[in-house]
């Protein structure tokens, strides 16, 4: 059988996790709406509506009308999911979101496909680098980024269970030429709960989403120069898990956060707002500087914006030199 391809690229990972989630919640949760903006094709939930024709609304190329829309079906007794790109739901439709999703508590359920530079060739409008900074700055919502399709799937199954906004970011899922390593998760996932993937003691690595390889790729190589790196999946970014996060930086003195994101508002800014305030340590964020996306190929703009286990490491050797100097005193 032959590799399902959209535009060229493979829809295998997490656009088919997505796919798969949706219908499984919706066979068991009648209540489950899907509310889709013409992106159906490329975040490859048309499927869906096939089986659930009664429950696919298809609302054309206006994201805020989407999200007008969702909270009307919210109010009705319907838990909506609401899957699209997300530079263009959080951006075109911040109002809306912060009104009728936030402010309303409504019980909708956002997902932004196509993350940061998972998406090449579109360029620097298709690439959302501030989705999670836009949804971090209002009130009462839950952020999700899965570092995996396991994960993906039991964010949305979570997501469903609970009542109120939730906001899950995924990436377009293609980029198997562009991983080494594999994630292994032990134990269920939960809302609101980080996961230590492997124990250290010199310095903790916290990361989301696709950044999460690339630390535990990290870890591996520094142990080879003696440097002890304990890694943590911090999937849920808001609320954040405090209590794991304290407990890892105050055993290693030392902090860096890896994310597909800018790092101005996102995991890096929750972490180190965190530590500045509870329990300060040398801090290093890598991400997504303060730039624009630009259009190539993922090879050219994830060692170009700071996406790579090299980047880690470089933070590391950084904040290790701080903690050195301090220590010292």
């Given at each position: ?122 360029g620097a409008t298709h690439q959302s680098i501030n989705d999670v900074s836009i949804m971090r700055s209002i009130p009462g919502i839950t952020i999700i980024e899965a570092c995996n399709e396991s994960e993906l799937r039991e964010a949305i199954i979570e997501a469903v269970k609970i009542h109120g906004p939730v906001y899950i970011r995924m990436i377009r899922g293609d980029i198997d030429p562009y991983e080494s390593m594999e994630v292994k998760l032990e134990g269920e996932f939960e809302i609101g709960k980080a996961r230590v993937l492997r124990e250290g003691c010199d310095v903790t690595l ?124």
């Amino acid at each position: 059988m032959s590799e399902e391809l959209m535009y060229g690229c493979s829809l295998k990972g997490m656009r088919t996790a997505l796919r798969e989630t949706l219908l499984e919640v919706s066979r068991s949760n009648e209540k489950v709406v899907v509310i889709d903006c013409e992106t159906g094709t490329a975040t490859n939930i048309l499927p869906y509506k096939k089986e659930f024709p009664g429950r696919f609304i298809e609302l054309g190329v206006a994201e805020q009308n989407a999200i007008s829309f969702a909270f009307g079906v919210s109010a009705s007794g319907y838990i909506p999911i609401v899957p699209l790109f997300g530079s263009f739901l959080t951006r075109r439709a911040c109002d809306q979101i912060f009104i009728q999703v936030g402010y309303a508590e409504a019980n909708v359920k956002l997902i932004g496909c196509y993350s940061g530079l998972s998406t090449p060739n579109t360029g620097a409008t298709h690439q959302s680098i501030n989705d999670v900074s836009i949804m971090r700055s209002i009130p009462g919502i839950t952020i999700i980024e899965a570092c995996n399709e396991s994960e993906l799937r039991e964010a949305i199954i979570e997501a469903v269970k609970i009542h109120g906004p939730v906001y899950i970011r995924m990436i377009r899922g293609d980029i198997d030429p562009y991983e080494s390593m594999e994630v292994k998760l032990e134990g269920e996932f939960e809302i609101g709960k980080a996961r230590v993937l492997r124990e250290g003691c010199d310095v903790t690595l916290i990361g989301c989403g696709l950044m999460v390889k690339r630390c535990l790729e990290a870890a591996e190589l520094l142990a080879k120069e003696g440097i002890s790196a304990e890694v943590v999946n911090c999937s849920t970014i808001k609320p954040l898990d405090k209590d794991t996060i304290s407990k890892s930086v105050t055993k290693t003195k030392a902090v860096v956060t890896a994310e597909n994101h800018s790092i101005i508002g996102g995991l890096g800014s929750a972490v180190a707002e965190f530590v500045a305030e509870n329990c300060p340590v040398p801090t290093k964020r890598t991400g997504i500087m303060d730039k624009f996306g630009e259009s190539g190929s993922l090879e050219e703009l994830f060692p170009k914006y700071g996406l790579t286990t090299q980047a880690v490491m470089e933070a590391v050797k950084k904040v290790l030199l701080i903690k050195t100097k301090i220590t010292n005193k």
